[in-house]
């Protein structure tokens, strides 16, 4: 059965500072990989993916992620977080045209 | 840019009533899905439909529930019956099979 992980329930960074979250999975074969965030009171944005090819993925908003098969891991970097950052992140992982497992999340708070 | 459509916003309803959420996926789109999260919980899968039939389903979706796509637009998420424990945040998406999922605003259900 496929799961995911984000060990990190809550993390606060000061605005201007780089942020990492991290996500690891459990899938039986070669993951789809997500990233989404949830601003208060809205849906899921999609904020990167990873299918295949490089492991190092840009998305949105000046965000990252990198697959890493070895560790199971698909940890979410930004260089630089701006207020408006601050939000609910989710990790999903699944295949295409099936079902996504989501991480229980990790809100991201930004001090000023 | 393409959205995912969901009506209504907020929901409140009796319980032991029956409640109808309403979704309007992207037009091309194949894969149609609900997704639930309970207020600070992780997303769950509820449901996925494809090809005017339902294609996986968690544990979750028992016989309170059920979805049709009356139209060829619309995917609804219908509850017979519903409890207490089903309040929470309804979230329809849809894709196009070999590439990622897009959700909607969301639903908030409230029984009460």
């Known amino acids: 059965a496929q799961s995911v992980t984000q060990p990190d329930i809550h993390i606060t960074v000061s605005e201007g500072a780089s942020l990492e979250l991290r996500c690891n999975y459990s899938y039986g074969a070669t993951p789809y990989l997500f990233w989404y965030v949830q601003s208060p009171g809205q849906g899921l944005q999609l904020l990167l993916k990873?299918?295949?090819?490089?492991?190092l993925v840009q998305g949105i908003k000046g965000f990252e992620a990198e697959f890493k098969r070895s560790q199971s891991s698909f940890n979410l970097r930004k260089p630089s977080v701006h207020w408006s950052d601050a939000a609910e992140y989710f990790c999903?992982?699944?295949?295409?045209?099936?079902?996504?497992?989501f991480g229980g999340g990790t809100r991201l708070m930004v001090k000023p | 840019e393409p959205e995912v459509t969901q009506t209504p916003s907020h929901q409140v309803t009796q319980m032991g009533q029956e409640v109808i959420l309403h979704c309007v996926p992207i037009?091309?789109?194949?894969?149609f899905y609900w997704y639930r999260q309970i207020l600070g919980q992780k997303v769950e899968f509820l449901v996925s439909?494809?090809?005017?039939?339902?294609?996986?389903k968690s544990e979750i979706f028992d016989d309170q529930f059920s979805v049709e796509r009356p139209d060829g637009s619309n995917f609804t998420l219908k509850i017979r019956s519903t409890k207490l424990e089903d309040s929470a945040m309804y979230f329809c998406?849809?894709?196009?099979?070999?590439?990622?999922?897009?959700f909607g605003q969301g639903t908030r259900l409230t029984v009460v």
């Open positions: 999903a992982v699944g295949k295409a045209g099936n079902m996504l497992t």
């Open positions: 439909f494809y090809n005017n039939e339902i294609s996986e």
């Open positions: 037009s091309n789109h194949l894969y």
């Open positions: 998406a849809s894709s196009q099979g070999v590439a990622e999922a897009f």
């Open positions: 990873y299918f295949s090819g490089d492991t």
